[in-house]
T-cell receptor
Framework: AQSVTQLGSHVSVSEGALVLLRCNYSSSVPPYLFWYVQYPNQGLQLLLK??????LVKGINGFEAEFKKSETSFHLTKPSAHMSDAAEYFC???????????FGTGTRLQVTL | NAGVTQTPKFQVLKTGQSMTLQCAQDMNHEYMSWYRQDPGMGLRLIHY???????DQGEVPNGYNVSRSTTEDFPLRLLSAAPSQTSVYFCASSSIAGGYTDTQYFGPGTRLTVL
C-alpha cells in the first residue's frame, strides 16, 4: 500500500521568504513522486515530479524538491515566495502495480506582504 | 489538443436523482480516473481505468459507477444522489510507464450540489 502525509494544512510566509512544504510518503516499491498546485476554482497542474535518476528536481515557477529515500520525504521548496504562489499544493505518490496515484490532503500556502 | 474536458461545470441535483458526469481526453492516455475533492480531505480516488474495458475501484467507490468503452471517454454515473456526494469532481488522465502512473492531466472540475 502507498500513502502520503503532508505536514501542515496551512503555511503562511512573507513575500520574499523561503517556502518549505513538507511531504512524507510510504511505499513498498520505488515510488514516483509528484507535486501539484491548485489555484482557486481551477483544476490541478503539475509543478514537478521525481521518477528515477537525479534526486533534486526542478519545476515550474522556481520550485524544486528533493527525493530523500532514507527519510521517505519529498519536500517542496522555493527560495523566495511571491504573492502569486498563494495556492493549495498537493503531494502525490504512484507506486508501481495498479498504477494508482495517491494524494496527500494538501497544504494551503498563504503569502503576506 | 483540448486535453481533458469535463461536462457539466456545475450541477444541482435532488436526493435520489441520477446523472452522468462526462469526461473525455484526446491524448491517447491509457489511464483515466475520477476524484472527488472535499475540504480538508485532499483528492480521493473514486474509480480508475487502465484501458478500454478495464475499470477498478478506488478509495470511495460507493454510489458511483463507471465504464470505459473507448480510450477517450470515462463517464462517472451517480446512481441515486445523496447529500454526501456534494463535492467537486475531477477527471484526470495519464500515460502508464513501466507500470507507474505518470503525470496526470486534470480536467477543470464539476461542482455538484445535492439537495
Amino acid at each position: 500500500a502507498q500513502s502520503v502525509t503532508q505536514l501542515g494544512s496551512h503555511v503562511s510566509v512573507s513575500e520574499g521568504a523561503l517556502v518549505l512544504l513538507r511531504c512524507n510518503y510510504s511505499s513498498s516499491v520505488p515510488p514516483y513522486l509528484f507535486w501539484y498546485v491548485q489555484y482557486p476554482n481551477q483544476g490541478l497542474q503539475l509543478l514537478l515530479k521525481y521518477t528515477t535518476g537525479a534526486t533534486l528536481v526542478k519545476g515550474i515557477n522556481g520550485f524544486e524538491a528533493e527525493f530523500k529515500k532514507s527519510e521517505t520525504s519529498f519536500h517542496l521548496t522555493k527560495p523566495s515566495a511571491h504573492m502569486s504562489d498563494a495556492a493549495e499544493y498537493f503531494c502525490a505518490v504512484s507506486a508501481g502495480t495498479a498504477s494508482k496515484l495517491t494524494f496527500g490532503t494538501g497544504t494551503r500556502l498563504q503569502v503576506t506582504l | 489538443n483540448a486535453g481533458v474536458t469535463q461536462t457539466p461545470k456545475f450541477q444541482v441535483l435532488k436526493t435520489g436523482q441520477s446523472m452522468t458526469l462526462q469526461c473525455a481526453q484526446d491524448m491517447n492516455h491509457e489511464y483515466m480516473s475520477w476524484y472527488r475533492q472535499d475540504p480538508g480531505m485532499g483528492l480521493r480516488l473514486i474509480h480508475y481505468s487502465v484501458g478500454a474495458g478495464i475499470t477498478d475501484q478506488g478509495e470511495v467507490p460507493n454510489g458511483y459507477n463507471v465504464s470505459r468503452s473507448t480510450t477517450e471517454d470515462f463517464p462517472l454515473r451517480l446512481l441515486s444522489a445523496a447529500p454526501s456526494q456534494t463535492s467537486v469532481y475531477f477527471c484526470a488522465s495519464s500515460s502508464i510507464a513501466g507500470g507507474y502512473t505518470d503525470t496526470q492531466y486534470f480536467g477543470p472540475g464539476t461542482r455538484l450540489t445535492v439537495l
